[in-house]
């Protein structure tokens, strides 16, 4: 089992910037790829980011060159580097850990931005 517990949601005008964190506990030596997620009222579960552990990460279209993901592998725990916040990055933010077919999340953590 794998426990992921996220954490730096909130409310942030237009332009401006958040960190989310994702700290993994349980069974952590058997997890290679981390990503965020996000849901937005309404619209599907999409990808935001996700890095393996190796460093090599994927990202979202909408989020490209505004969004940064990294991981401290010592720490059990990966970041998301939010900036240049647009309204319609308003959702919560889901961490998530595949491993052995099973996708583990977290109970996820708000964002809203204002215009």
């Known amino acids: 089992q794998v426990q992921l517990v996220e954490s730096g949601g909130g409310l942030v005008q237009a332009g401006g910037s958040l960190r989310l964190s994702c700290a993994a506990s349980g069974n952590i030596f058997s997890i290679n790829v981390m990503g965020w997620y996000r849901q937005a009222p309404g619209k599907q579960r999409e990808l935001v980011a996700h890095i393996d552990s190796g460093g090599n990460t994927n990202y979202g279209d909408s989020v490209k060159g505004r969004f940064t993901i990294s991981r401290d592998n010592a720490k059990n725990t990966v970041y998301l580097q939010m900036n240049s916040l647009k309204p319609e990055d308003t959702a919560v933010y889901y961490c998530?850990?595949?491993?052995?077919?099973?996708?583990?999340w977290g109970k996820g953590t708000l964002v809203t931005v204002s215009s």
């Open positions: 998530n850990a595949p491993v052995a077919n099973i996708n583990f």
